[in-house]
């Protein structure tokens, strides 16, 4: 019996190698159990079950049988963790990854002040939808970060590669996650679809400096790539300022030609004897601008624009860029004297206001004899209102035409002085019948 056994298995051998012997052979398939079984979630968990209020990863950990990467998945339903409202709309996660038990996802911040409950259903696949059969509740805290409006001073290429931000006052970054930071800005059409341009990749280089967010990316910007209505967008909490308050979104267009923006003086207070203030001219590119062509500068009484009475400065270009030497009297007034560096580029004079500050202009004061600096002075005023009549050109008394429109009664009174700090000096607005208006205050 034994001898038998051994010549049938050694038959099975020598067909098994005649076979191989021969080119031809045979599989044996086996076959995966997962894919034999009904696709089904019995269960879910994620962790982790809460979030703060920044949002962040989870990872929900499905159990159940015949699960693969391919047949399961997950949708989210979030509410008010009081009062069960659907907030949906405002928090989107993303599923990053699903493997064959597991998938991972990214959770925004939460930009409202309440607790969010987010539901994760899970479950198999059936087309393009989920049949829920099992689901979990991760809590996202609620925000408690103060958002306040970031005032722009400017934004503008400042490179063939570059886009720099300005705002009014030092920022930091709002994470210390710089992917985090980075996701939260590019740049996009201001008008229309709202296309993105570019977002802001690992390659390329995020950097702040004093009131500056400076966007280098790796690429160069091509030929048409920034039109005219490109902006940067700056998504909520990716700032902070030095009070530890976080921006609101910032979308602001950008600017790509060379431009003159800003003058800054040396000096901005004189004593009584007057004296020299160096203003340097500052902008977009504005090392490119043939200033001998496009450029006229002239000094004048604070409040006046015609290059015909004032006097004409000469600028010139320098390593900090193009500067004037200006030189104003003494002043032998009992008031404080003010004088307006006014510049012109291409033939149009340059507004240094903003949405930010529109009261912001290169102004020159010079004190009476004896004035303490730390005083508030008042030099002079001028006014203007929306609908006025034209018909003088007076920026101390104006006449404005009323009609049912909205706005048509704004007026805009500017101060100019020393020390004007909004909340020490008062302005009330009272018409001849006793009636007091509301003043707002943006002070310079």
């Known amino acids: 019996m034994k001898n038998n056994r051994w010549k049938k298995a050694l038959s099975v051998a020598l067909v098994c190698c005649m076979l191989a012997g021969t080119g031809q052979g045979f599989t044996v398939h086996a076959q995966d159990e997962a894919a034999q079984e009904e696709a089904v979630v019995t269960a879910v968990k994620a962790t982790p079950d809460t979030l703060p209020e920044d949002g962040g990863t989870i990872t929900v950990k499905a159990t159940g049988t015949g699960l693969t990467s391919e047949n ?31 998938a991972i996802i990214e959770v925004p911040e939460n930009p409202m002040r309440n607790d969010i409950d987010l539901k994760i259903k899970a479950g198999v696949k059936n087309g393009e939808t989920i049949e829920e059969q099992a689901e979990t509740t991760v809590l996202l805290e609620k925000k408690t970060r103060d958002m306040v409006e970031f005032p722009v001073e400017q934004i503008a290429q400042t490179g063939s590669n570059a886009i720099t931000a300005t705002f009014k006052e030092d920022i930091q970054f709002g994470y210390a996650d710089m992917e985090r930071v980075k996701s939260k800005i590019y740049i996009a059409k201001m008008h229309g679809t709202f296309e993105k341009i570019r977002t802001v990749s690992d390659e390329d280089e995020v950097i702040i400096e004093g009131n500056q967010l400076i966007v280098r990316f790796k690429e160069d910007f091509t030929k048409n790539e920034l039109g005219v209505d490109s902006g940067l967008y700056v998504g909520a909490g990716a700032l902070k300022n030095d009070d530890n308050k976080y921006n609101k979104e910032v979308s602001w267009s950008i600017t790509t030609k060379p431009t ?33 062509k496009d450029v006229e500068a002239y000094l004048t009484g604070a409040g006046e624009t015609d290059a015909a009475v004032g006097t004409t400065l000469d600028v010139v270009k320098t390593e900090n860029g193009p500067q004037m030497t200006v030189t104003v009297p003494e002043n032998t007034t009992d008031n404080t004297m003010a004088y307006a560096i006014n510049v012109k ?42 609908n006025k009549d034209n018909t003088g050109d007076s920026n101390k008394d104006i006449t404005v035409k009323v009609s049912p429109q909205v706005g048509e009664l704004k007026t805009v009174l500017r101060l100019y002085g020393t020390n004007l700090d909004s909340k020490i000096v008062k302005v009330r607005a009272i018409d001849e019948n006793g009636i007091i208006f509301p003043v707002y205050d943006i002070p310079e």
């Open 72 to 102: 399961w998945g997950v949708e989210f339903d979030a509410t008010l963790k009081e009062g069960g409202m659907s907030v949906s709309n405002k928090i989107q996660p993303t599923v990053k990854e699903v493997k064959k038990d597991t």
């Open 345 to 386: 580029y291409k033939g149009m004079l340059v507004y240094e206001g903003n949405s930010g500050n529109p009261a912001k202009k290169a102004i020159i004061s010079v004190l009476a004899k004896g004035t303490d600096p730390a005083k508030q002075t008042l030099a002079t005023m001028t006014i203007t209102g929306n």
């Open 260 to 292: 003159i923006s800003q003058i800054d003086l040396s000096k901005e207070v004189l004593d009584y004897q007057g004296g020299t203030v160096t203003a340097t001219l500052k902008g977009v590119r504005v090392d490119e601008i043939d200033i001998e």
